[in-house]
């Protein structure tokens, strides 16, 4: 049974800074594709980044290139969203995702499991 478990999310004011954690069990961590989603009020769930197997490649969407950095551990199966520079805009639910395909397409055209989300809200 695949679980992948969030952590790190809370409140913070503009500018600060947030690294979110994500924990893997039940999967060849090692051979997925990890991603990070979000998801704000009233708002479709969007891409935030995602981190290739080996960790040497790394996309991301525009609106959090240059503030947001993915990073992975694969000995210890955790996979790491850290965010700075943050903005009021940033405020959603964070969700932790692997595609599930080991070595499978990059980017992965899905991703077949998914955590529960950690909320990370940015005050003005």
């Known amino acids: 049974q695949v679980q992948l478990v969030e952590s790190g999310g809370g409140l913070v004011q503009a500018g600060g800074s947030l690294r979110l954690s994500c924990a893997a069990s039940?999967?060849?961590?090692?051979?997925?594709?990890m991603g990070w989603f979000r998801q704000a009020p009233g708002k479709e769930r969007e891409f935030v980044g995602a981190?290739?197997?080996?960790?040497?490649?790394?996309r991301y969407a525009d609106s959090v290139k240059g503030r947001f950095t993915i990073s992975r551990d694969n000995a210890k199966n955790t996979v790491s969203l850290q965010m700075n520079s943050l903005k009021p805009e940033d405020t959603a639910v964070y969700y932790c995702a692997a595609d599930g395909t080991p070595y499978g397409a990059w980017p992965p055209p899905r991703y077949n499991y998914w955590g529960q989300g950690t909320q990370v809200t940015v005050s003005s």
């Open positions: 039940g999967l060849t961590f090692s051979r997925n594709v």
């Open positions: 981190i290739a197997w080996s960790g040497r490649s790394t």
